[in-house]
Every structure is written in structure tokens, then in C-alpha cells.
């Protein structure tokens, strides 16, 4: 697809404040690593489209998930290989996309905050400068107005301190203050799609809770389309709009967040059921059997 | 079994002193399963590495079976106190075989017939013998945790510390690890302290909690108070409303207890 129409589009979808295409349209997704004992699917025929909502990707490690969130970003590092008969986000057609085009992609129209910040951030800058930077490179601005959107954007993630979180580097921040100035980081380009994966696992829970709304504010004013990787079923359940079950490489399930406790599939059933509940203990938890069927099918 | 009263350890000296446990007192009966639940940094693993050794105490006292113990923890206390750790991946030696681990522990303590001990707790943890031989990388995270329990139980302890032992695994693999420990309590009387950040687990696996921030036990109450919202305490209360999932309204609510 040619870049200039696909940048109208998404003009047009925000003058009118309708998406007039999916944010983000996939089908037959495949990933495959090859490995010395031949190649292996990480992922195995993933389709799904989603719009501006919030949508959990839920599975065990190794179910895959992560794999679908970097592939949207055309992140799949080498010597990974990416199929897919569609794989676009934002209009951009990631598979065939350029270096040039990825990069206007990357942080731009979509962006990715990871599990843990210590790890994300530069250790050697200073939290403001990483934040400037991530706005000049994707908005055409000057150094000043950058560092107003940088600050604005440490407010929007309700950093008391602003000015003094801008100044700090990452190892004088917390955990959960460092989560928010990546949060800060990945929005003030203003993407159109956040791709968070497992955003709030190292937090308490908490903070986990402060962070999670501050993303759903953040994406509801701003029409953005969230993807919510996490193993966490729960969580998952309560804070997204629709949530996609994985299960060795493929999606075994989909369905409305709030409906997720009367899931059909009996691997996102045995998830759930083996989780200790607060409300009603057992005495002895349920576990899950694994029926080879659930890798067989499709 | 154990009693610990008045409990302080400071990190540090000086100016840079920090006071991770501020006075913690808690008792567990012979049997009994005592949960340590709070955030990071509330102190709850600083109390079990007080218990065993590893921290330095500054004021206090811990008494096992009635006898206080010392500066010095001597093969009689690991004989009856083990600790599993929450990292199954960084609590095994890469290089050494399970068997190799299992021997390990059978020789320090002087144990007889440590084959035949072996062959017992690889069953007992539901692993058998073919594991016997292999390496930790040729294990999953499930599994290795199995061997880390294996390896504390084969010393026949009476008092297990576990730091969240089932943090780093999959839900469906901690179902099957949490179910495993409560077969071994009831098989052998066991008593534990289970330290956890998630309400809900310590709630399963244990009958007494206690819900500590900024090193001090904010409340303790039992797993059937707990089931049953029976928390007197506004910090424990938030805790659990934010153990809940999200809900927005609640998130609007919290206060940094600090």
C-alpha cells in the first residue's frame, strides 16, 4: 500500500473521529524460528482485527503472544521469519514495509511498552531527553515545544514532580514510575495503537491498579486502539474490551472480556478454574489437563 | 514451632541505615501454615532471611521449639528449618545433576541410605526417577521447582520457609505445585511460613495471615476472615480490593500508605 494514501486515511479517520478501516487486520499469521532440530511455529496462523479498543491477548509462556505483538511491529528478531496473508496496522503492510516506513511506524503510529523498565529505558539519559527524543523523531517540532509535550505528557501519566522526573535518570525513579514515564514515552507521538505486553507484571498490585488507569483514561480520551498482552486471566478479563485466548501458536478462543467466565474452550475454562480464589477456597486446586486435540485442530 | 517477637533488621549503618523489619512478632504452631503477604519493600522476605541467618538482626527474638536461637544457625536448625526460593531457575547449581543437588543435601546432614532417599522424594514430588540424572536446563520451570522442594524435604525438616515459591511460573503449573505442598504437609505435619505478594495464594495455602508494609505487621487474620472480607485494617483493605482485578472506580481510590 502507498504511503501518502494511507497517511490520508488516517487523517480522515481522525477528522471524523471514526476508524474507516481496522486499526490493525490479521490473517494466517505464522512465526517460525528454525532451531538446530529443525524449524519450530511460535505462532501458527493467527488472525484477528481489532479498532479502537482494548484488547487482551492471554495465553501461558510460550503460548505465542509476545511473538503476535512484536510481528505487528515487524519486530520479530532475526533469524525469526514472518508469514502472514495480511498483516496491517495503521495501514502500513508491515511484511512489505521498508526500513523507512517501519521506522514512521515504530514509536509513531503504534509504539510498545514492555514488562520491565529498568530495561527499557537508556541508563545513561536522562528520563526528559528519552522522551524528547521519541517526539522529535516522529513529529516535526522544535526543541522547546517538545519539551512541553514531554512534560505535559509526565502530568498525564500523573507524575507529581514533573519537572524533577524529567531531570532524573532511570535508576532514581521507582518501578512504577518508571513504567509511567515509558507509558509517557510511547504516547507523546500520539500513536494510534499501544501494544502493551505484560505493562504492569513487575508492579504491585497497587500500582499495578494506578498505572492500568492511567492507560485506560489515556486511551479513552484518545481514541487509541490498545493490544493488553498478559498471562494474567483475571486482569485481563477486568480491564479489557475483548480478549484473545493462545494456546500453542493459534487463538483458541475469543470473546468479550466480561463474558470471559463463561468461556467455552476447556483450556481458557482449565486457566481459569485453576486459579485460587479468595472468595471460595478449596482445599485442593484444580489443574489443568492439556488435550492433545488443542494443538491438533485447525 | 516457631516464635518471633519483636523482630528488627537495619540494613546498613549510619545515615544509610534502612530498617526493613520494624518490629514484627507473629507465632506458628507445630502444623501450622502462617502466610506473610505485602508489597515489595514491606519486609516479608527479610523476615524468613532473619529466620534462617541471612540478615542481620538488631533487635528481637525467634525462638524454635521454645529455644532461642543464636547469632549462629548450626546443622540442627537447617535439619529442622528449610527454604525454597522463588527462582527455580537461579536456586539450582546449572552444572549439577538432580541426583548430584539430592546426594548434596543427604551427605552435609549425614543421612544413611541416600539412594534410597532419593528414589523416595523424586516420587514423593511427583517427579520419579527417570528426572534422577538430568540437568537443570533439561527442566521446565515447573520441575525444577519440584526438585528445589524435593531437595528441602529430603532432610526431613519440620519447618519449611517458601518465598514465593510459585511467583515465576505459570498459573496452571502453580495449581499443580501448590497442590503438591499441601499433599506434603498433610503427609508429614509439616508447618510453613509462605511468603507472598498474591492474597489469593496465601489464602489457599494458608490458615493464618499476616499483612505487612514498611516492616511492620499491619494485621493478621485467618483465611476464612479473609475469604470473607472480615479485613479490619484500610491498608490490608486496599490490598485486597486491588488483589480484585481493575476497576476504575477503586483505582480512583488509593492511598499511598508509605
Redesign the interface.
Same mark, same amino acid.
Given at each position: 500500500m502507498a504511503e501518502p494514501s494511507a497517511r490520508a486515511r488516517t487523517e480522515l479517520s481522525r477528522l471524523t473521529g471514526a476508524a474507516l478501516h481496522p486499526l490493525v487486520e490479521v490473517a494466517d499469521l505464522r512465526v517460525r524460528f528454525p532451531t538446530h532440530r529443525g524449524p519450530i511455529e511460535a505462532v501458527r496462523g493467527v488472525s484477528f482485527t481489532m479498532g479502537a479498543e482494548r484488547l487482551g491477548i492471554v495465553g501461558e509462556s510460550g503460548s505465542g503472544k509476545s511473538t503476535v505483538g512484536r510481528a505487528l511491529l515487524g519486530l520479530v528478531p532475526p533469524p525469526g521469519e514472518v508469514t502472514a496473508e495480511r498483516l496491517v496496522v495503521d495501514g502500513i503492510d508491515v511484511p512489505r514495509a521498508g526500513p523507512r516506513t517501519l521506522r514512521e511506524l515504530r514509536g509513531g503510529r503504534a509504539s510498545m511498552v514492555l514488562q520491565d523498565p529498568k530495561f527499557s529505558l537508556n541508563p545513561v539519559m536522562r528520563v526528559g531527553v528519552q522522551i524528547v527524543e521519541a517526539v522529535r523523531r516522529h513529529r516535526r517540532i522544535g526543541r522547546r515545544e517538545a519539551r512541553e509535550r514531554a512534560m505535559a505528557m509526565l502530568e498525564a501519566v500523573r507524575i507529581r514532580e514533573p519537572a524533577r522526573v524529567f531531570r532524573a535518570f532511570p535508576h532514581e525513579l521507582s518501578g512504577g514510575m518508571g513504567q509511567r514515564v515509558m507509558i509517557a514515552m510511547m504516547l507523546v507521538a500520539e500513536p494510534r495503537l499501544l501494544i502493551a505486553d505484560e505493562p504492569t507484571s513487575a508492579l504491585d498490585v497497587t500500582v499495578q491498579m494506578q498505572v492500568l488507569a492511567i492507560l485506560d483514561d489515556l486511551v479513552a480520551a484518545r481514541g487509541m486502539g490498545l493490544v493488553f498482552i498478559s498471562h494474567d486471566l483475571e486482569l485481563v478479563a477486568s480491564f479489557c474490551d475483548r480478549v484473545l485466548v493462545m494456546y500453542d501458536g493459534r487463538i483458541v478462543e475469543t470473546c468479550r472480556a466480561r463474558e470471559l467466565a463463561a468461556a467455552r474452550h476447556p483450556y481458557t475454562r482449565g486457566l481459569l478454574g485453576c486459579l485460587p480464589r479468595l472468595d471460595t477456597p478449596a482445599r485442593r486446586l484444580p489443574t489443568l489437563r492439556r488435550d492433545p486435540a488443542w494443538t491438533a485442530r485447525r | 514451632m516457631i516464635e518471633v517477637e519483636g523482630l528488627e533488621v537495619v540494613w546498613g549503618r549510619g545515615t544509610r541505615a534502612h530498617r526493613a523489619v520494624a518490629g514484627v512478632s507473629f507465632e506458628v504452631p507445630a502444623g501450622g501454615t502462617f502466610g506473610l503477604v505485602g508489597?515489595?519493600g514491606s519486609g516479608k522476605s527479610t523476615v524468613l532471611k532473619a529466620i534462617v541467618g541471612l540478615a542481620p538482626i538488631s533487635a528481637g527474638e525467634i525462638r524454635l521449639a521454645g529455644r532461642p536461637l543464636g547469632t549462629r544457625r548450626g546443622k540442627d536448625f537447617r535439619r529442622t528449618v528449610q527454604m525454597v526460593f522463588q527462582d527455580p531457575y537461579g536456586s539450582l547449581h546449572p552444572r549439577h545433576t538432580v541426583d548430584r543437588v539430592l546426594a548434596e543435601a543427604c551427605a552435609i546432614h549425614g543421612l544413611d541410605r541416600p539412594e534410597a532417599r532419593i528414589l523416595r522424594i523424586l516420587e514423593e514430588v511427583g517427579l520419579g526417577p527417570a528426572f534422577r540424572f538430568r540437568y537443570p536446563h533439561e527442566l521446565s520451570g515447573g520441575q525444577r521447582q519440584r526438585v528445589a522442594i524435593a531437595r528441602a524435604l529430603i532432610v526431613e525438616p519440620r519447618l519449611l520457609l517458601l518465598d514465593e515459591p510459585t511467583s515465576a511460573l505459570? *498459573?496452571?503449573v502453580?495449581?499443580?505445585i501448590?497442590?503438591l505442598l499441601?499433599d506434603l504437609e498433610e503427609a508429614h505435619g509439616l508447618s510453613w511460613i509462605f511468603v507472598s505478594?498474591?492474597?489469593? *495464594?496465601v489464602?489457599?495455602m494458608c490458615t493464618r495471615i499476616a499483612i505487612m508494609n514498611n516492616g511492620r505487621i499491619v494485621e493478621q487474620a485467618t483465611?476464612e476472615q479473609?475469604?470473607r472480607?472480615e479485613l479490619a485494617e484500610p491498608y490490608s483493605r486496599?490490598?485486597?480490593a486491588?488483589?480484585?482485578?481493575?476497576?476504575?472506580a *477503586?483505582?480512583?481510590t488509593?492511598v499511598n500508605y508509605d
Open positions: - | 508489597e515489595s505459570d *498459573v496452571s502453580q495449581a499443580e501448590l497442590n499441601l505478594h498474591n492474597l489469593a *495464594v489464602a489457599q483465611a479473609l475469604a472480607d486496599q490490598l485486597l486491588a488483589s480484585r482485578g481493575y476497576d476504575r *477503586v483505582a480512583g488509593l
